[in-house]
């Protein structure tokens, strides 16, 4: 063994004692993440496809031409992109080859440069094509092309928007392909369902601006195709999503209120069956009716037993111990959701919505949570309208379910159009979530044992 000099080894010494002292510094930062058990980890994202990258010459010139056409259509001089928006197309010409050549020739539409492009072509073998950057504006969209990612499916007229699409999704090569991108750039982009758009239904999109008055007037992808096609995402996104059937069951602890309370779920049931429900007592802090029905629920699951089934007491712990509507911080959580959320009503009013959407640690913990487990079914109790309520459109077997269960009656489209609330949300996430109102009083003993077996019994979905 070589001696080495003192200073060195002195040296030597020093680096070692730091060296253990961030490693036991790391470990104990780790230790103290570990210290939060079962806390929700971030939402895993849909997995990228296999996508051969083809460009277009997309050089300077074309996205000064980009710029100067989104400031005549949209008010702002800019090329580029952050998608918020999916709208799919078919290229009515009958090869792969024959699309990119029109994109990359620049050649001017409707009068005006850039020529069209697509950022994504998918080929009739399912080859996904990417032919600019995805942060690239293309002109695909009258109205979108500000906002959105298009995908063209290489397709010839097949007798109208409608029959085309259709063909296009009975080929499974490419339909497969085009399922697995948008579910990609959806969960990438984390973009809500109704803004997967069609061509033929883009004037219709609530993100559509065209400062010209321009209008499309293509027939690709028409609503029937286009839900269909939607339908696919959202299972892929569904079977995907991985079942943490290792997460332990019991306390989940899904964030913390605005004083700093947790916000406790609690994980029962059968975490590896395929159907997830969830069940909440309370997030209105002085309707707490629902409460005795969750905790019932929790001791009695009859089929809830063989469901991943995750029950919340209260989203609203600061305002179930003030005996107050809303959160300590005014705001009422249940008007605190990102669709259709409404700002006018003012602070104090008991229905403040906060200050944007997502402002409450409560709801972001709530929402987070659903994000992470997807539930098939979700339940909400309020009071005291004493009804279940349900959507004046769209499949309500559920609500019925539950309605002949508890022997409340059904009210339909009642709250349906109150801005921000969760259930909106939730179904804007393509999942069942409802609101059952409870009445005035608390519910009595065989009250609350025939809610828990309707609630299990819509958990179960039988
Ligand atoms: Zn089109
Ligand atoms: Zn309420």
Not at 352 to 373: A, H, K, N, Q
């Amino acid at each position: 063994m070589q001696v080495l000099p003192k200073r060195v080894a002195v040296t030597l010494l020093g680096v070692l004692v730091l060296a253990t002292l961030l490693w036991l510094a790391s470990d104990e930062a780790e230790r103290g993440t570990a210290a939060v058990e079962g806390a929700v980890p971030a939402r895993s994202e849909y997995p990228k496809p296999r996508i051969e990258y083809d460009p277009i010459p997309y050089d300077r010139k074309r996205k000064r031409q980009m710029a100067n056409y989104s400031n005549r259509h949209y008010g702002k001089s800019e090329w580029r992109l952050e998608p918020r928006a999916i709208v799919l197309h078919y290229t009515a010409g009958s090869t792969y080859e024959s699309a990119f050549n029109t994109f990359a020739s620049n050649a001017p539409a409707l009068g005006e440069k850039p020529g069209v492009c697509a950022q994504f072509v998918v080929d009739k073998d399912g080859t996904i094509y990417q032919l600019t950057r995805l942060y690239v504006r293309c002109r695909h969209t009258i109205g979108l092309n500000h906002v959105s990612v298009g995908i063209e499916m290489v397709q010839e007229d097949a007798g109208g928007g409608a029959a085309t699409s259709d063909v296009i999704l009975d080929r499974r090569a490419q339909a497969r392909s085009a399922v697995a991108l948008a579910a990609w750039l959806k969960s990438r982009y984390r973009i809500p369902m109704r803004d997967l758009v069609g061509h033929a239904t883009a004037n219709d999109s609530r993100l559509f601006k065209d400062l010209e008055g321009w209008r499309n007037d293509h027939g690709d992808w028409p609503k029937g195709p286009l839900k269909v096609f939607r339908k696919r995402v959202s299972r892929q996104l569904k079977g995907s999503r991985d079942r943490p059937a290792r997460e332990p069951r019991g306390r989940v602890v899904f964030g913390e209120s605005a004083e700093g309370r947790p916000l406790i779920a609690r994980r029962s049931g059968d975490p590896g069956s395929g159907r997830t429900a969830l069940i909440v007592g309370e997030i209105h802090g002085d309707e707490e009716a629902g409460l005795p029905v969750v905790r019932r629920l929790r001791r009695s699951p009859g089929p809830a037993a063989n469901v991943d089934l995750w029950t919340v007491g209260t989203v609203n712990p600061d305002g179930h111990a003030a005996d107050r509507r809303t959160n300590a911080r005014g705001v009422d959580l249940n008007r605190n959701f990102s669709v259709d959320w409404d700002g006018s009503e003012p602070e104090g009013s008991g229905y403040y919505p906060g200050p944007e959407p997502f402002s409450e640690p409560e709801s972001r913990g709530l929402r987070d949570l659903i994000r992470r487990i997807d539930p098939d079914v979700t339940i909400y109790y309020h009071q005291p309208w004493g009804a279940v309520l349900a959507p004046c459109q769209g499949a309500v077997q559920m609500h019925r379910l539950y309605s002949r269960v508890s022997g409340l009656g059904i009210d339909r489209c009642r709250g349906e159009d109150l801005p921000g609330t969760a259930t909106k949300w939730q179904r804007e996430r393509n999942e069942i979530a409802f609101v059952v109102e409870l009445g005035d009083d608390r519910l009595g003993d065989a009250g609350v044992r025939r809610h828990a077996r309707a609630a299990a019994r819509v958990a179960a979905g039988r």
